[in-house]
């Protein structure tokens, strides 16, 4: 449940707050610094102690992220990761190089990661902010973590023209996942669906419109919005007005594609009635079932499955009567067919061996293969009943499309009307045999 709001201010104030510009507290760690996953303290925290940089491990496999957390609230929150895609053995080590270069190697010494800013790296430090530097002797940052966010955004971290924030493939998978979210260098902010497991981009599913967009700027005040050049809000996209005084605070693409703006009281005196833990204040897009619709690609949830809307935008994805989840663990793997699919022999004339599962408001856009209007119902039933390549029909006034799989784009909602038709084995007892997902590399 949304917390109530904080604090009765105005919006155009609180938008117009600027960032802060009083003195960070910095505690130097050294050149020459290093930690590693055996060490019992294997973090540098900020000097408030809020935010942490160090090793987390993932798992039970013996593998660890060098990753930014939440530091003083139980879940230990994950902001930031260098090696999501690449997950360190136990022994690895990180190092502040005397020629101040960043390094995550594992036992052997083999480079994972690094961050190589140019000469003149003094110390780096872990800020307040949850931002990581690496500092000059004058305090000018040549590298941060703020200038590559994974898939999280601070109160006064910006989202630069050719920024991106990527979704993580799962709760407990940190690598890149299905969704990213990108400021175009034509100043559009998208969010798009990825060519998984690739990193390209496949199907957009929401974007700013804007041509002029410069930064995404997650100011101190928790407002989050599209600016231009000159400081122009082009795009509001989170207007919650909350303290980040006593309010942890974070926006994050999470692994249904959907942006979440998160507060966190930061004691339980300034939670009210609410839980010590994190509430949602907005998120985008409103309805991620409805907002992915593409030629290629499995849609919001997984091919053959169907995408259900709940509270703060969660969804959840779910298999049509006779169909079970590929992999059970993953949600997005997809749907199998649990039963023998109707022969298309002509000497066997299997019609009577099937009949259908209704499911109102439900449909599975772009995976027909025929569509006929003016009929009733009973002979769209037919029509799919007699043709062996027909999965699925919709019925809608007076429309009849017949479905083939792999069924993609599928979504339950009251907007939709009509009903489809599932076409299954009745009585099964031939299941099919499940084939191996692939593996997630």
């Known amino acids: 449940m949304a917390l109530a709001p904080a604090y009765r201010l105005s919006l155009l104030v609180l938008l117009f707050v600027p960032f802060s510009i009083t003195a960070q507290t910095y505690r130097n760690i050294s050149l020459g610094s290093s930690l590693t996953t055996s060490d019992s303290n294997s973090s540098w925290a900020s000097p408030s102690e809020e935010f942490a940089f160090g090793f987390k491990q993932i798992g039970s496999g013996g593998r660890y992220l060098l990753a930014i957390w939440f530091n003083k609230i139980s879940e230990s929150t994950i902001v930031w990761s260098a090696n999501r895609d690449n997950l360190a053995p136990e022994g690895s080590k990180v190092e502040l190089t005397k020629d101040g270069k960043l390094v995550l190697n594992d036992p052997k010494g083999q480079q994972i990661w690094s961050a190589n800013p140019r000469t003149g790296v003094a110390y780096a430090a872990m800020l307040d902010t949850g931002n990581f530097v690496l500092a000059t002797q004058n305090f000018v940052n040549l590298w941060e973590s703020f200038d590559l966010p994974t898939d999280t955004l601070l109160p006064t971290q910006t989202l630069s023209r050719g920024g991106t924030l990527f979704a993580p493939f799962s709760e407990t998978d940190y690598s890149r996942g299905r969704f990213l979210v990108r400021l175009q260098d034509d100043g559009n902010l998208v969010f798009y669906t990825v060519n998984f497991p690739l990193d390209s981009t496949n199907v957009a599913y929401w974007a700013s419109d804007t041509t002029i967009g410069f930064q995404v700027v997650f100011n101190q005040s928790g407002f989050l919005y599209l ?119 002509r000497k066997i004339d299997e019609t009577a061996l099937f009949t259908f599962t209704d499911m109102p408001d439900t449909d599975w856009p772009l995976s027909d293969y025929e569509h006929y209007t003016l009929v009733d119902e009973e002979w769209c039933r037919q029509a799919c009943l007699g043709d062996c390549f027909c999965m699925v029909a919709i019925f809608r006034n007076g429309n009849c499309w017949k479905k083939k799989i792999p069924l993609s784009n599928g979504r339950i909602d009251t907007t939709i009307g009509g009903k489809a038709l599932i076409k299954i084995r009745r009585n099964s007892t031939s299941p099919l045999i499940n084939t191996k997902k692939k593996t997630h590399h």
């Open 227 to 345: 600016a231009a050049r000159d400081g122009t809000i082009l795009k509001s996209i989170s207007a919650v007005p909350y303290s980040t005084t006593n309010f942890y605070q974070r926006v994050t693409l999470e692994t249904d594609g959907v942006l979440r703006h998160y507060a966190y009281p930061k004691s339980k005196e300034t939670r009210a009635d609410g839980p010590l833990s994190w509430s949602t204040l907005s998120f985008t897009p409103s309805n991620i079932c409805l907002n992915i619709t593409g030629d290629t690609g499995s849609g919001a949830c997984g091919f053959n499955s169907y995408c259900k809307l709940g509270d703060e935008g969660r969804r959840t994805c779910e298999c049509p009567s006779g169909y079970t989840l590929i992999d059970p663990t993953d949600e997005m793997s997809g749907c199998k067919q649990d039963f023998t699919p109707q022969s298309c022999d």
